[in-house]
């Protein structure tokens, strides 16, 4: 079976749609592949299959990790040794791309009919192997692709996790939604549940002015712009750009989460700056290109480990007074700490 170029999310759909109507007929011979770059997909996908499988099988999945295949006997003894008192489980194998020798395994599988219970792997990549690409259509695998979805998509697959939270928004709410959030699936569905628990029994549609206050995440073009202006010591901009996402209806405490992510990582960078740590290492272990950890580090070196943690602290008071009824207006409480942290 050849992999498609960029499958869409209606292929993505459909695969997972093709593989429960074979489980609730109790065709469970299967070799399942799900794979693509998108890892939202990728682990949506993997939930589905696994509550798919209960609900038609009434067994419960087995998740396998690479150190439960470490030979050839341990992977053929998924489908060779059978448990005479016990249903055949579903073996889940994600992230299969990390064994580099994983082409050799798949060749060890047999035929799709000779399996008693299905296995299903998940594999991160643009696209498969060749010699992988092969064992899967020796086998007859089913593919499920899990592209990233169009822009054109991401309203019809927010609407499909509303219907599976139960929570549900109007048009204007989507939109503040999405704006908010731009293409993040994993941010999408966490602030859906969010929601879901603030307004729960509500069954009128929420609007932008409903869910305004409860969202707590910053669009990630203003969070960089933010980071800019302080890395840059620019601290008027800086103030200037909190007034005006406030202005607009942004969250507070969002705000606050840069400003706190920004001094920790200030913070990690002054220490390693005084104990010699090589950029390059510093950079592995904050996971961030190295162009950024070199702007860091110019911004370092006219900071002191005693100004950050007095920022740190200012932002542990504004998280309380935000949270309170305190009568300090939040801009204020923001500008402060930018101010504190500005160079003198």
């Not at 093709?18 to 939930?47: C, F, R």
């Not at 439960?68 to 489980?89: G, H, K, S, V, Y």
């Not at 979805?149 to 929570?167: A, H, Q, T």
């Not at 100004?307 to 602290?313: D, G, I, N, S, T």
Request: proline share 6%; aromatic share 8%; hydrophobic share 40%.
């Amino acid at each position: 079976m050849a992999s498609y170029k960029k499958p869409d999310l209606n292929a993505h759909r459909q695969g997972l749609e093709e593989i429960d109507k074979l489980w609730s007929k109790h065709q469970t011979s299967q070799v399942i592949m799900v794979w693509g770059p998108n890892e939202y997909l990728l682990h949506k996908a993997l939930l589905i299959l696994r509550k798919a499988w209960f609900k038609q099988l009434k067994t419960h999945p087995q998740t396998l990790e690479q150190k439960d295949i470490q030979n050839p006997q341990q992977f053929t003894a998924l489908w060779e040794e059978r448990n005479m008192f016990e249903p055949d489980p579903l073996y889940l194998v994600p992230r299969v791309e990390k064994k580099k020798d994983f082409a050799k395994y798949l060749k060890l599988v047999p035929g799709s009919s000779s399996l008693q219970s299905p296995l299903c792997f998940s594999y991160k990549a643009n696209s498969l192997p060749q010699a992988i690409n092969k064992e899967c259509a020796r086998i007859k695998a089913h593919l499920i692709p899990c592209f990233d979805p169009s822009p054109r998509d991401i309203p019809n697959l927010s609407k499909s996790l509303m219907k599976e939270l139960g929570v549900y928004l109007d048009q204007s709410g989507l939109a503040l939604l999405l704006d908010t959030l731009g293409d993040d699936l994993f941010k999408l569905e966490n602030e859906l549940r969010k929601l879901a628990l603030v307004f729960l029994g509500r069954k009128e549609a929420l609007s932008a002015k409903d869910i305004s206050p409860y969202l707590g995440l910053l669009r990630e073009d203003h969070a960089f712009a933010l980071s800019q202006y302080l890395l840059e010591n620019k601290p008027q901009k800086a103030q200037a750009l909190v007034l005006d996402l406030l202005q607009r209806g942004e969250s507070s405490i969002a705000i606050l989460g840069i400003l706190a992510r920004h001094l920790r990582t200030s913070l990690k960078v002054v220490d390693a700056m005084r104990k010699n740590i090589p950029s390059s290492e510093l950079a592995r272990s904050l996971r961030m290109p190295f162009s950024v950890v070199n702007n860091y580090t110019r911004y370092a070196r006219n900071l002191s480990s005693r100004r950050l943690v007095a920022c740190l602290e200012l932002c542990q008071s504004a998280d309380m007074d935000f949270k309170s009824s305190s009568k300090v207006p939040d801009d204020l409480l923001l500008s402060e700490i930018i101010l504190t942290l500005a160079p003198v």
